[in-house]
Each structure stands twice: as structure tokens, then as C-alpha cells.
């Protein structure tokens, strides 16, 4: 079935600085890619999605990237900031309408 | 908006009782809802996804008789965990998906999850 492989596990920034968290995929029929941010104890947020035939999206300090050539969209989060710290989840939603997560990134910031 | 709530935030049970997680879309209506679950240091895994009005569909290697799941509107999805036992001690989370028709369908919005620890 459909697989998200979704690098680093864990990425530690300091506050200011880029992080750039990256997932690749094989079924070329994808279409439409969130990311969720999760906190501890708490479930999944919505926090940016771009559809296949948009190669870039950008919303204020975050933004995503789609190639779908290369089957890989990444997420860009910039001047970061401690309260960006959490896991970060890739998702797509497989050929039997099934959204699949990787493996998430614990983001840490550091003041 | 897409606001969606899961009640109750946390529960503890004993081993053989049996509990009731609610999962409701407050401010848009639901035809499909899914539910999660995760564990600790891991990404969620799906469990069933159930539409209103008909049976849920479960993933492979989940108990139906033991995780029922009902969906008996546009805006409330309930998942009874039964006869819970320790390994059944997870974080449950649900989440909905806009009706068909709009453009965000493909959009999933979560609840605030539930933890059981069951003892």
C-alpha cells in the first residue's frame, strides 16, 4: 500500500532559524497533502495543506512545497519560535481514501 | 471553524468495564468520521472510518465486537471500547471530514483526543 517516509524523526533549531521537515511517497496518483502539528496530549492541527497542482503555498511563517515529479513535498517553517515545538505529521490519503501519516518529527526549539 | 470535539478528555477504568468515547463536529456537519489510535512516541493508525446512517468500516486486526463505533448523525460519532483490558490503554482520537460537495472535503479536522488507561 501506500507509504510516507517522512525525515528528520527529531529536529532540534534554535529560535530564529529555519526548519525544513521532509516526506516522499510513491503512489503518483496523490493529490492533496496536510500537515498537522500535534502537542503533547492533544490531537492533530491542521496547520498547512497544498493540492497537487499547486507547487508552493505559503502561510505567513509556514509554507509547502510539492514535487510531485519527485514525489516529495516538504514543510518550511521560518523564524522559528519555542511555541512552534511539537511533532510534526505528513499525511496523504491513499487510493482507498485513507489518510496515512509518517512517522512524525519531534521539533524542538530552543530559546 | 471545523471545530471538533471528543468527550471525555480522559478516562480510567477497570479491566472488563467498559467505556464510551463521543466525538462531535460542533460546527459543520460530518458524513464521515474516523477514529485513531496512537501510542505514545508513535504516529496515529487508523481504526475504522464510519458514515452516518451505516456500519463502520474497520481496519485489518481490529476487533469490531470489541471497539463498536456508531455515527447516528451529521454531527455525533461514539466509539465503545468493551470489556477494556491494559493493552487496550491508548490515546483515541477521532476526526471529521466535511460533507461532500464542498471543496474542502478532503480536509480532516481532529478532536482533542482521549487517553484510557484502563487497569
Same mark, same amino acid.
Given at each position: ?7 528528520? $524523526?527529531?529536529?532540534?533549531? #534554535? ?31 491542521? /496547520? ?8 508552493? @503555498? ?14 516529495? *513535498?516538504?514543510?518550511?517553517? =521560518?523564524?522559528? #519560535? ?30 | +471553524? ?6 471525555? $478528555?480522559?478516562? /480510567? ?7 464510551? /468515547? ?5 460546527? *459543520? #456537519?460530518? =458524513? ?5 489510535? #496512537?501510542?505514545? @512516541? ?6 475504522? =472510518? ?47 471530514? /466535511?460533507?461532500?460537495? =464542498? ?7 481532529? +478532536?482533542? +483526543? ?6
Amino acid at each position: 500500500g501506500e507509504n510516507v517516509e517522512q525525515h528528520p $524523526s527529531t529536529l532540534s533549531v #534554535q529560535e530564529g532559524d529555519s526548519a525544513v521537515i521532509k516526506c516522499t511517497y510513491s503512489d503518483s496518483a496523490s493529490n492533496y497533502f496536510p500537515w498537522y502539528k500535534q502537542e503533547l496530549g492533544k490531537g492533530p492541527q491542521l /496547520i498547512i495543506d497544498i493540492r497537487s497542482n499547486v507547487g508552493e @503555498k505559503k502561510d505567513q511563517r509556514i509554507a509547502v512545497t510539492l514535487n510531485k515529479t519527485a514525489k516529495h *513535498f516538504s514543510l518550511h517553517i =521560518t523564524e522559528t #519560535q519555542p511555541e512552534d515545538s511539537a511533532v510534526y505529521f505528513c499525511a496523504l490519503y491513499n487510493q482507498g481514501g485513507k489518510l496515512i501519516f509518517g512517522q512524525g518529527t519531534e521539533l524542538s526549539v530552543k530559546p | +471553524g471545523a471545530v471538533v470535539s471528543q468527550h471525555p $478528555s480522559r478516562v /480510567i477504568c477497570k479491566s472488563g468495564t467498559s467505556v464510551k /468515547i463521543e466525538c462531535r463536529s460542533l460546527d *459543520f #456537519q460530518a =458524513t464521515t468520521m474516523f477514529w485513531y489510535r #496512537q501510542f505514545p @512516541k508513535q504516529s496515529l493508525m487508523l481504526m475504522a =472510518t464510519s458514515n452516518e446512517g451505516s456500519k463502520a468500516t474497520y481496519e485489518q486486526g481490529v476487533e469490531k465486537d470489541k471497539f463498536l463505533i456508531n455515527h447516528a448523525s451529521l454531527t455525533l460519532s461514539t466509539l465503545t471500547v468493551t470489556s477494556a483490558h491494559p493493552e487496550d490503554s491508548s490515546f483515541y482520537i477521532c476526526s471529521a471530514s /466535511i460533507a461532500p460537495g =464542498t471543496s474542502l472535503r478532503d480536509t480532516q479536522y481532529f +478532536g482533542p +483526543g482521549t487517553r484510557l488507561t484502563v487497569l
